[in-house]
């Protein structure tokens, strides 16, 4: 048996022993309501999507997790899918369980999620600091999950370190992101790996079929998901568009900070813009540090500035 195949079917039933919500799928138009393809063809519910792209009762039907191997850098990504009201507390246990390790820090790293630019010293300095830290703590990193902004720096800087290091080998970093933001091409290309690895198992699965996708692997849309974490949180509210707000994140954090668990938490703020204040005061509000990275770009600079102007503040 394979060791992606043992991996697989560890992942599936901690995910069955949750009973985690399902995805939710919106079921506006019904079969009475039926017309020619002609009179409904560009017909949209409220989310956005087409009439011809719903499920017109009962459960979805995709597989909604499943588990990558990226064989160019020997690195496996374990993915789930699920419904953007799920409980923090379910999440937690499953990457817990999963990775068999309680984190004595939570590092959640955010601000600009598009694309930014730092300067070439600062950069190195944050990619190796944040690594570091995570490291010797045993820490897990919490961030965006998306190829771009602050995502891809944080993904850059885990494989840096695993490349010219051998690090990182361990580290836990979790991307939380929504599905519905994702490209539609991501989404298709997921769904149809988690439904093929399903099939798979269940017919004699290949090392093949747990790859990651080539064409993820290989595409040069800065949106799609970061391929060099170790876990993908996907939450899915039924709408293709908009971001997450910060309440998952937070929630999270709230789980694995509680009495029990002694593990501490930090957020590191690198550039950012508008929504990244809505982390910042949710960190505040809950009493946890937030580290501001001067020189970074956009808010991180304005907060930056009035610390320096306001230090008694």
Request: glycine share 8%; proline share 3%.
């Amino acid at each position: 048996m394979s060791a992606h195949k043992v991996s697989y079917e560890k992942w599936r039933d901690a995910i069955t022993s949750l009973d985690l919500k399902q995805c939710p799928t919106c079921i506006l138009f019904s079969k009475e309501q039926q017309l020619p393809l002609e009179q409904h063809q560009n017909e949209k519910c409220g989310y956005g999507r087409l009439k011809s792209s719903h499920s017109y009762e009962g459960q979805p039907k995709s597989q909604n997790f499943g588990i990558f191997y990226n064989q160019y850098e020997s690195r496996l990504t374990k993915f789930i899918r699920c419904d953007l009201r799920e409980e923090a507390e379910k999440l937690y246990k499953l990457i817990q369980d999963d990775c068999s390790q309680k984190p004595r820090l939570i590092i959640s790293i955010y601000g600009g999620a598009k694309y930014f630019q730092m300067n070439e010293r600062l950069e190195k300095e944050f990619m190796r600091g944040i690594i570091e830290a995570a490291t010797i703590a045993d820490g897990w990193i919490l961030t965006n999950g998306l190829s771009r902004g602050i995502g891809k720096l944080v993904g850059e800087a885990i494989l840096q370190d695993r490349t010219l290091n051998g690090g990182s080998k361990d580290l836990v970093s979790i991307g939380l992101a929504k599905w519905g933001s994702l490209p539609e091409e991501t989404r298709e290309l997921l769904s149809k790996k988690f439904t093929s690895q399903k099939n798979a198992i269940q017919n004699g699965a290949k090392e093949e079929d747990h790859e990651f996708p080539r064409e993820i692997l290989k595409t040069t849309d800065a949106a799609t998901i970061e391929r060099h974490l170790t876990y993908m949180v996907l939450f899915d509210d039924g709408k293709l568009s908009g971001y997450i707000c910060d309440e998952q994140r937070r929630m999270f954090v709230q789980e694995a900070t509680n009495d029990k668990n002694k593990c501490y938490a930090v957020t590191v703020i690198v550039e950012g813009g508008k929504n990244t204040l809505e982390v910042i005061l949710n960190d505040l509000k809950d009493s946890r540090p937030v580290v501001i990275i001067d020189g970074s770009g956009r808010i991180a600079d304005v907060l930056s500035d009035l610390l320096k102007r306001h230090p008694e503040r």
